[in-house]
């Protein structure tokens, strides 16, 4: 199966049509045992100056399609590092990372750019929305770099502001949105392109209680649909409201539990004194 | 589709930063608008030199008489006696590259006009003399061809023969005496100035050769045949066919000399333009240092906005975007930077050049060449200083970009 994404097939239509054609393959997103994510004892090792910094000591791990994982652990744990190895923004120095039966190891930064592009969609404590640019085109942004037609483009990131509840602002700028808003529309952008998983760093890092709960009930109700999330808190409260919960420390997974009852977010929002939206603004 | 993405991209981009897209801009407009400008006052100039130079007759070609020989003794040019009004004919039917000819003859004399004298030169022409010296008549007329066939007295005045034999009165349908021969004035010569030699041109009087051969100098062989090329650059041209026709009107064959000689003033011609082509090499090299500059200050823009809106770069690319996806954002960037700048410069280059035309009344030519090779360079100079930064762009982490504060 690492052949798919050989040496030879750099074009990146052929690579499309490849890849796509993988997700043929692996369908059945109800299957548990479906691995989306085989992770085998994976080292990061990073040189700053002589001194070698150890930040994944050999971590192995699954994540099935439909699964809504929270990554915990304190700062320097390698939590981050895993993330960025996840997000396929950086490659491990050791062990082997099979997304979609993809050998994420071996591929190009072209490829990498690519599996970023089709498969990932990535929301950030920071939102990192592109500043005086509307909603719309921030979500159009990952359509951008794939053969989408503007006509297409717009149609799917209406689609995808609309699921999180935005179709009324889709010509805002972040500057006149609110936290909350910003990040359902760094959302909206994960989504657009249909990725096999979200992942999501801190999301509600920079958000108030009541805004973070909002945004996980969005999460939730994404994950309801089928689509498969990952996302690092240090929040436990957070945490709640996932299916699994993995806690990193020194660069190893300290433990891995399944949360069978996760918290509804929806049902926690009636309990909390509700913040009018509009005074955010 | 998705280049023309990456294009709207980058123009979406400039649209932002209005104000420092325009300054990035100013470089490139004030490079291309200085050296189409330079090289519209340069090609002006030296079309203005052509012109002063063919006004001193670069075209024309000067036919004189060959040297005598007597035993050892050589006597000077034009001594012999063998140009003819024949040959003057014969010249402008045998030799297509001729445009004009006109036989040259010349006597001094005292000339008389009621109480006032004055001693000058009287020249015998042809009616196309005018022609070839690219003279005009300030008024009145030139003798006409029958004038000259009948060796009518007519004649026409220099200014300054005019100035000083008719102080205060039109010297047109006056009656003047070339050394006791009674001539007609019919007109008097526009003011043509010093010739490059500091001699006065128009201390002089023009009559039909004819009249001057027969009534004033009795001297019946031509003193110089005077021909003007069809252009400058017909002048080898011109030369050759007429020495054929000389040396076969003339019975010389073989390696015989000719018994004439034929002068021309192109090399005084070649000199002028060249030194005005340098000029405008010059002119044009200075302006492109501008354009240089402005090539830099794109650079210098693109190198801060790459800084800039590194974080951008790794949002860009953490959904998906190649290296050479945003290589080719930022060179479009910096492409549409200079090709705008470009194409405002050529308007300002376009518009300086006739301001200073209507202004400072210097002559300005605006040529195809000059604009396609400034907008060129402008484009080449974005490309060329756009590489770097975009590359630079292309190259981030995008970790380390994403973390970027």
Redesign the interface.
């Known amino acids: 199966m690492n052949s798919i994404l050989s040496p030879e097939s750099c074009g ?1 239509n052929s690579d499309l049509e490849k890849l796509s054609g993988v997700e043929k393959n692996s369908s059945g997103q109800n299957n548990a045992n479906d691995s989306l994510i085989k992770i085998d004892h994976l080292v990061k090792t990073y040189k700053m100056g002589d001194v070698e910094v150890h930040a994944l000591r050999g971590v192995s791990f699954n994540v099935s399609r439909g699964e809504f994982v929270a990554i915990m652990g304190a700062s320097g744990s390698g939590k981050s590092t895993f993330m ?1 190895i996840l ?1 396929c ?2 490659k491990p120095t050791k062990g082997t990372y099979l997304l979609d039966n993809i050998n994420v190891g071996n591929l190009s ?2 490829e990498l ?2 599996i ?3 498969k990932l969609g ?1 929301v ?1 404590q920071g939102f ?3 500043s ?2 509307t909603a719309l ?1 921030n979500v159009e ?2 359509l ?6 503007t006509k297409l483009r717009k149609e799917k990131s209406i689609e995808a502001l609309k699921k999180v509840g935005l179709a009324e602002r889709i010509y805002h700028y972040p500057n006149q949105l609110s936290g909350g808003q910003q990040q359902r529309v760094a959302i909206a ?1 994960a989504l657009v ?1 249909d990725p096999s998983i979200v992942l999501a760093d801190e999301p509600t890092g920079n958000l108030d209680s009541r805004t973070s709960i909002e945004v996980m009930e969005i999460f939730q109700k994404l994950n309801e649909q089928g689509i498969t999330i990952i996302l690092v808190t240090h929040e436990p409260d957070i945490a709640l409201f996932t299916k699994r919960h993995i806690v990193f420390r020194d660069g190893k997974i300290k433990s891995d539990k399944s949360n069978s009852e996760p918290k509804n977010a929806t049902e926690e929002l009636k309990t909390i004194p509700s913040v009018d939206d509009e005074v955010e603004e | 589709m998705k280049e023309l993405n990456i294009f709207v991209a980058a123009f979406r981009a400039l649209q932002r930063n209005k104000l420092r897209s325009f300054l990035t801009m100013l470089g490139i407009i004030i490079g291309v608008g200085a050296v189409i400008t330079m090289l519209a006052i340069g090609q002006g100039a030296e079309y203005s030199v052509k012109e002063q130079i063919a006004s001193l007759g670069t075209n024309v070609l000067i036919i004189s008489p060959g040297s005598q020989q007597q035993g050892a003794i050589r006597v000077g040019a034009g001594s012999m006696t063998t140009l003819t009004q024949d040959d003057a004919q014969a010249i402008p039917i045998e030799c297509p590259a001729v445009a004009y000819v006109s036989p040259d003859t010349r006597a001094n004399g005292q000339v008389i006009a009621e109480n006032l004298n004055w001693a000058t030169g009287i020249e015998g022409v042809g009616v196309d003399y005018l022609q070839i010296r690219e003279w005009e008549i300030e008024y009145g007329d030139l003798f006409t061809d029958q004038d000259v066939k009948a060796s009518a007295k007519v004649c026409v005045l220099g200014t300054t023969v005019a100035d000083n034999l008719f102080p205060d009165s039109n010297p047109v349908g006056q009656t003047i005496r070339i050394t006791n021969v009674p001539f007609k004035v019919t007109g008097v010569l526009a003011k043509k100035g010093q010739n490059a030699m500091g001699q006065d041109q128009d201390d002089i009087i023009l009559a039909p050769f004819t009249t001057v051969l027969y009534r004033l100098s009795r001297f019946p062989y031509l003193r110089a045949i005077i021909v003007s090329a069809t252009s400058p650059n017909n002048i080898e041209l011109a030369q050759k066919q007429i020495t054929e026709l000389l040396r076969m009107r003339h019975k010389i064959a073989g390696v015989n000399n000719d018994d004439f000689t034929i002068r021309n003033q192109s090399d005084l011609a070649t000199a002028a333009t060249a030194t005005s082509q340098i000029l405008t090499i010059l002119l044009a090299s200075i302006a492109s240092v501008s354009l240089l500059v402005g090539g830099i200050g794109i650079m210098n823009i693109m190198l801060v906005s790459v800084t800039e809106r590194t974080r951008e770069i790794g949002i860009r690319m953490s959904v998906g975007a190649r290296g050479r996806d945003i290589l080719t954002q930022f060179l479009i960037e910096a492409l549409v930077l200079s090709l705008l700048g470009g194409i405002i410069g050529i308007l300002f280059g376009v518009g300086g050049s006739k301001i200073i035309s209507s202004f400072a009344g210097w002559p300005t030519f605006i040529t195809a060449f000059s604009i396609v090779l400034s907008f060129g360079f402008s484009i080449v100079i974005g490309i060329f200083f756009g590489f770097y930064p975009a590359r630079k762009a292309a190259m981030l982490n995008p970790i380390d970009a994403l973390r970027y504060e």
């Not at chain 1, 951008?144 to 037609?149: A, D, G, I, R, V």
């Open positions: 990146i960025n997000g923004l950086d930064r072209d750019a690519l970023r592009n089709k990535f950030f990192n929305l592109l005086r640019t085109e942004l990952p951008f770099y794939n053969s989408t037609s952008r392109n």
